[in-house]
């Protein structure tokens, strides 16, 4: 320690807060003192701990959650990388999808398969007995008479459950600005077909979910691939070269944990894409289903709640969380609802009444956000167990994302690995994967795979084991 008194200040406060650290002073999973608190304490500048803390993160010992501080890591196994920015896709790309990413829905009806592959939660943690019970009781109380059927825009039970809940977390969504869906799907589909016509060009992030791009594919529109970082989310520089360049009728965004890399956007960047998107007279789709996973104790704001316009039209669902087979979801269409209702109007007429009563009665019995509370353990968990499980045995030059919300990862593959033949050789071995491939339209992610945590459980590190195998095979370092 004697050489450590030349080392700049930052450095060795934070090689004493290793050493407290490793000691156990604090230990895996305990927050460490705020900055602030530090910087006060300890009486040195706010900028030197920064430092020190941003030291002790880069070494992999703390690690940064969104609006709840520093906390110490899991120093078991040291975890691989983050992968980079995504690159500029210079011109706007036609959508043509293929079969595979239909496949991965339907690889998940196998049961013998390990499945790592469509990002669908843990039927375990899923209230399914509830749910069933409030069927019920629903239909013991006279079950679903045509009398009950309603609007186009929905239950109003179930959109003063969404109104409240959007309350709590900052965002004035009035009940009957809000129009209930056949899931988020139908949500991003009827806002793209409310402000686009066939041809248009829309931004989205690259990587993006593949429903978006089939939404895209299906509506006859082109997309604009905008680099997105996979910790922090569509780069705003990028996407006002692109605006500047391109005639771009909308933006689609996952600002609350991405799929496929995670990603989530601080609240300074959300606010900064609002405003400059309204500046521009340009609509923001925004995609929430995964904001309530999150793993911090705080709910990430949506870019929905720096609205004042109407320009954002936030598109969500329950079915990360509650139930993805009662194909529920809504959209808050902002000064869009009158064309999103219409068009919800002519597609299907109204959602299924049955289904959106049980999922509103669920939100009034006040047992979601303990609900919430356990799967988000659980994810974050499974999520950590996962990332270090890949860390540990993929080879070497893998590059994984390090999520604070959600339930997939994303992971670069070494020596720019063809995900597709992947993902053939891992179906052979029983294993299901999402190759990269699916969530560009051009295709650029191909050295990717996402991996899906939410079924994650003892015996899955044998099966990760047995697809870092075959990962090795092709790279032929086995
Ligand atoms: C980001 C994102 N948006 C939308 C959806 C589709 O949601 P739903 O099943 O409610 O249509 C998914 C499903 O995986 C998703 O990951």
């Given at each position: 320690?004697?050489?450590?008194?030349?080392?700049?200040?930052?450095?060795?406060?934070?090689?004493?807060?290793?050493?407290?650290?490793?000691?156990?002073?604090?230990?895996?999973?305990?927050?460490?003192?705020?900055?602030?608190?530090?910087?006060?304490?300890?009486?040195?500048?706010?900028?030197?701990?920064?430092?020190?803390?941003?030291?002790l993160?880069?070494?992999?010992?703390?690690?940064?959650?969104?609006?709840?501080?520093?906390?110490?890591?899991?120093?078991?196994?040291?975890?691989?990388?983050?992968?980079?920015?995504?690159?500029?896709?210079?011109?706007?790309?036609?959508v043509?999808?293929?079969?595979?990413?239909?496949?991965?829905?339907?690889?998940?009806?196998?049961?013998?398969?390990?499945?790592?592959?469509?990002?669908?939660?843990?039927?375990?943690?899923?209230?399914t007995?509830?749910?069933?019970?409030?069927?019920?009781?629903?239909?013991r109380?006279?079950?679903?008479?045509?009398?009950?059927?309603?609007?186009?825009?929905?239950?109003?039970?179930?959109?003063?459950?969404?109104?409240?809940?959007?309350?709590?977390?900052?965002?004035?969504?009035?009940?009957?600005?809000?129009?209930?869906?056949?899931?988020?799907?139908?949500?991003?589909?009827?806002?793209?077909?409310?402000?686009?016509?066939?041809?248009?060009?829309?931004?989205?992030?690259?990587?993006?979910?593949?429903?978006?791009?089939?939404a895209?594919?299906?509506?006859?529109?082109?997309?604009?691939?905008?680099?997105?970082?996979?910790?922090?989310?569509?780069?705003?520089?990028?996407?006002?070269?692109?605006?500047?360049?391109?005639?771009?009728?909308?933006?689609?965004?996952?600002?609350?944990f991405?799929?496929?890399?995670?990603?989530?956007?601080?609240?300074?960047?959300?606010?900064?894409?609002?405003a400059?998107?309204?500046?521009?007279?340009?609509p923001?789709?925004?995609?929430?289903?995964?904001?309530?996973l999150?793993?911090?104790?705080?709910?990430?704001?949506?870019?929905?709640?720096?609205?004042?316009?109407?320009?954002?039209?936030?598109?969500?669902?329950?079915?990360?969380?509650?139930?993805?087979?009662?194909?529920?979801?809504?959209?808050?269409?902002?000064?869009?609802?009158?064309?999103?209702?219409?068009?919800?109007?002519?597609?299907?007429?109204?959602?299924?009444?049955?289904?959106?009563?049980?999922?509103?009665?669920?939100?009034?019995?006040?047992g979601?956000?303990?609900?919430?509370?356990?799967?988000?353990?659980?994810y974050?968990?499974k999520?950590?167990?996962?990332?270090?499980?890949?860390?540990?045995?993929?080879?070497?030059?893998?590059?994984?994302?390090?999520?604070?919300?959600?339930?997939?990862?994303?992971?670069?593959?070494?020596?720019?690995?063809?995900?597709?033949?992947?993902?053939?050789?891992?179906?052979?071995?029983?294993?299901?994967?999402?190759?990269?491939?699916?969530?560009?339209?051009?295709?650029?992610?191909?050295?990717?795979?996402?991996?899906?945590?939410?079924?994650?459980?003892?015996?899955?590190?044998?099966?990760?084991?047995?697809?870092?195998?075959?990962?090795?095979?092709?790279?032929?370092?086995?």
């Open positions: 320690m004697g050489d450590s008194k030349k080392l700049p200040l930052y450095e060795r406060f934070a090689l004493e807060l290793e050493s407290q650290i490793l000691a156990g002073t604090f230990p895996v999973g305990e927050r460490i003192p705020s900055i602030r608190e530090t910087s006060i304490q300890r009486e040195i500048s706010f900028s030197t701990v920064v430092h020190a803390y941003e030291l993160e880069n070494r992999g010992l703390i690690e940064a959650r969104p609006q709840s501080g520093y906390y110490v890591k899991s120093r078991a196994r040291t975890r691989a990388p983050e992968p980079d920015f995504s690159s500029f896709q210079g011109d706007p790309t036609h043509s999808i293929d079969d595979v990413s239909e496949q991965l829905v339907q690889d998940t009806l196998k049961p013998e398969f390990a499945q790592f592959g469509a990002a669908l939660p843990d039927p375990a943690l899923l209230p007995a509830r749910l069933n019970r409030i069927l019920a009781e629903l239909a109380e006279g079950g679903f008479p045509d009398s009950i059927i309603g609007a186009p825009e929905g239950r109003e039970e179930l959109r003063i459950q969404v109104a409240q809940r959007a309350f709590t977390h900052g965002c004035d969504l009035p009940p009957d600005k809000i129009v209930i869906t056949a899931g988020c799907t139908e949500a991003l589909c009827l806002c793209l077909q409310a402000l686009c016509e066939p041809g248009d060009l829309v931004a989205i992030e690259s990587p993006t979910y593949f429903g978006i791009l089939m895209l594919e299906a509506q006859h529109l082109r997309a604009l691939e905008i680099p997105t970082h996979p910790g922090r989310g569509m780069s705003l520089d990028a996407l006002k070269f692109a605006v500047d360049n391109h005639p771009v009728k909308a933006v689609v965004a996952m600002t609350n991405s799929n496929p890399t995670g990603s989530l956007m601080d609240d300074e960047s959300k606010y900064a894409l609002v400059f998107l309204e500046g521009r007279g340009i923001l789709i925004e995609d929430d289903i995964n904001g309530e999150h793993f911090s104790d705080r709910r990430p704001r949506v870019a929905k709640s720096f609205d004042e316009s109407g320009n954002v039209l936030l598109c969500s669902s329950w079915a990360k969380d509650i139930s993805s087979g009662y194909r529920i979801g809504w959209v808050a269409p902002g000064r869009y609802f009158t064309k999103v209702r219409r068009l919800k109007y002519a597609l299907n007429v109204r959602t299924s009444v049955l289904p959106q009563l049980t999922i509103a009665r669920f939100l009034e019995s006040g979601y956000d303990q609900h919430l509370r356990k799967i988000r353990r659980a974050a968990q999520m950590s167990e996962l990332a270090q499980s890949v860390s540990t045995h993929f080879p070497e030059g893998t590059r994984v994302t390090e999520p604070s919300g959600g339930f997939v990862l994303w992971v670069q593959l070494p020596g720019g690995l063809d995900s597709m033949r992947l993902y053939r050789e891992a179906l052979k071995a029983f294993i299901t994967i999402a190759p990269g491939y699916v969530f560009s339209p051009s295709h650029k992610f191909n050295d990717y795979i996402r991996l899906n945590a939410a079924w994650w459980s003892q015996r899955s590190e044998a099966d990760l084991i047995r697809l870092s195998q075959v990962v090795k095979g092709l790279l032929g370092t086995s």
